[in-house]
């Protein structure tokens, strides 16, 4: 989750030059998790969830530009809260929402704070969005 919220800060200060390099990290991470004490079910439920997080990981390895890294958030972010919901987190975790985002369709985000600090607009609208749920660890 740490390099997660380390993408979003990222694309909140509008930096997208670390964001392929912090992609390939959370990637070793992933490749790195030992699945062995998981039941059949949760296995399941983690490989989906991962290759999910994987694509879009994959994704943002090779994508230099901020625009592009901030679509590619949105999926990012649906893979990493169905994973912390599905197995945990170690502190609470807040889902946030900017109905703007995307020509007004819309976009989540996850953050460590309740604190809104919007990755799609980053300065030119920082606090725009709510949250929208809360995973209590």
Not at 44 to 64: F, H, I, M
Not at 70 to 99: H, M
Not at 105 to 128: T, V
Not at 131 to 136: K, Q, S
């Amino acid at each position: 989750m740490g390099q997660y919220l380390r993408i979003k800060d990222a694309l909140v200060a509008a930096q997208p030059t670390g964001v392929p390099a912090i992609a390939e990290k959370m990637l070793a991470e992933l490749r790195g998790v030992d699945k062995s004490y998981l039941s059949f079910s949760q296995k399941e439920a983690y490989d989906k969830s991962a290759a999910d997080l994987r694509k879009q990981l994959e994704k943002l390895t090779t994508t230099p530009e901020l625009a592009a890294q901030r679509v590619i958030l949105e999926p990012l972010s649906l893979a990493v809260f169905q994973l912390a919901k599905d197995f945990g987190y170690q502190t609470n975790l807040y889902r946030e929402y900017c109905p703007m985002a995307f020509d007004n369709r819309g976009a989540a985000w996850l953050s460590d704070s309740d604190s809104i600090r919007n990755p799609y607009f980053g300065d030119e609208m920082l606090k725009c969005g709510t949250v929208t749920d809360i995973l209590n660890r």
